[in-house]
């Protein structure tokens, strides 16, 4: 039974800001917290990103393949939290992250050009 999907839209592109902007915003709370500089009492706001982000998970899912879907969001997750770990947590990365970083870019690249379906 083929299904059908509905077309690329600005909506899809907000749903996938805000499950990458949900995501990212709960990771950040997580390592503050972590590391002492949040009070604890802001991991309600950490898991309530994370409840929002499953709705807007399922909205999503109106517009393609659950597996290209979840490889999109994941790659541009993967991208931002690399950038946030380097830029902001000071982290340090090697030259196979950075590959693997470059790879990542080259497949969003390769999903948004054949389609998501």
Excluded at 11 to 31: C, E, M, N, R
Excluded at 38 to 52: C, D, E, K, R
Aim: hydrophobic share 60%.
């Amino acid at each position: 039974m083929k299904v059908s999907y509905l077309k690329i839209d600005k909506f899809f592109y907000v749903y996938l800001f805000l499950i990458t902007l949900f995501s990212i915003s709960s990771q950040y709370l997580f390592k503050k917290i972590q590391k002492k500089e949040l009070p604890v009492s802001y991991l309600i706001f950490g898991v309530t990103m994370y409840a929002l982000l499953g709705f807007v998970i399922y909205k999503l899912l109106h517009y393609g393949n659950i597996i290209i879907l979840n490889v999109i969001w994941h790659l541009i997750y993967f991208i931002l939290l690399f950038l946030m770990g380097y830029f902001i947590f000071q982290e340090k990365f090697n030259i196979q992250k950075l590959v693997a970083l470059l790879f990542g870019v080259i497949s969003l690249f390769i999903f948004m050009m054949y389609g998501i379906d």
